[in-house]
């Protein structure tokens, strides 16, 4: 994913779990998140949900990025505040779309 974000122009901060990830959207005010769902700490939907809520932190599109692919699965995390959903095993070309789709050029 790293160097899928880097190859169109973008810098990349990363954080070991939810919890650290909340503190570096508040931290850091990136223009986009790509966040995993299943993480320790803070799982990916109660991140996304709290950095939805944050008036410092809603404005940051959240795309999920995870292995669980059921609709319900989507379904809670588009409740929860995502912009977008992509299921691993990652397709470069769905998530440089997704990226681009929220991201200007670099």
């Known amino acids: ?18 919890a650290a990830g909340v503190e570096a959207a508040r931290r850091e005010l990136p223009d986009l998140i790509l966040m995993d769902v299943v993480m320790p700490n803070l799982n990916g939907f109660q991140a996304t949900r709290t950095i939805a809520k944050d008036p410092k932190t809603s404005h940051i599109p959240i795309v999920l990025v995870t292995t669980k692919d059921q609709d319900t ?6 409740r929860q505040g ?3 959903y992509v ?10 779309k997704v990226i681009t789709e929220y991201l200007p050029a670099a």
């Open 82 to 84: 995502a912009k977008a």
């Open 1 to 18: 994913m790293k160097r899928t974000v880097e190859k169109l122009g973008h810098q990349v901060i990363t954080a070991e779990d939810g």
């Open 87 to 96: 299921t691993k095993p990652i397709d470069d070309a769905e998530l440089s």
């Open 73 to 78: 699965d989507r379904v809670w995390g588009m």
